[in-house]
């Protein structure tokens, strides 16, 4: 059975930082782009980073370039999401996504989700 699943959420202060990873299990994530999206409480699912198969590429939505930094490690099927500085608004269940295609901020690209790790930013 294919899955994807993330950890490491939690609760953290503002201005602090959290690593939550994905780990695959059913497949070899080399062969696939791998993103991570998030929704917070009465708010649009939005893409927050993605990176190519290779590692080559990364992408990052506006609101936290600067700030997360997306890297995997394909010996140990896994995905990173290193997250500094994090801000209230940052506050979100995040998801971890899988493609064959290229990155994309387009949800319906993503064959597999994983069912998501919190993360809360709060004083």
């Known amino acids: 059975q294919l899955q994807l699943v993330e950890s490491g959420g939690g609760l953290v202060q503002p201005g602090g930082s959290l690593r939550i990873s994905c780990a695959a299990s059913?497949?070899?994530?080399?062969?696939?782009?791998i993103g991570w999206f998030r929704q917070a409480p009465g708010k649009e699912r939005e893409g927050v980073s993605c990176?190519?198969?290779?590692?080559?590429?990364?992408h990052y939505a506006d609101s936290v370039k600067g700030r997360f930094t997306i890297s995997r490690d394909n010996a140990k099927n896994t995905v990173f999401l290193q997250m500094n500085s994090l801000k209230p608004e940052d506050t979100a269940k995040y998801y971890c996504?899988?493609?064959?295609?290229?990155?994309?901020?387009?949800?319906?690209?993503?064959?597999?989700w994983g069912q998501g790790t919190q993360v809360t930013v709060s004083s």
């Open positions: 996504v899988a493609s064959r295609w290229p990155c994309s901020d387009y949800e319906k690209e993503y064959e597999y």
């Open positions: 059913g497949f070899t994530m080399d062969g696939y782009a």
């Open positions: 990176i190519s198969s290779s590692g080559g590429s990364t």
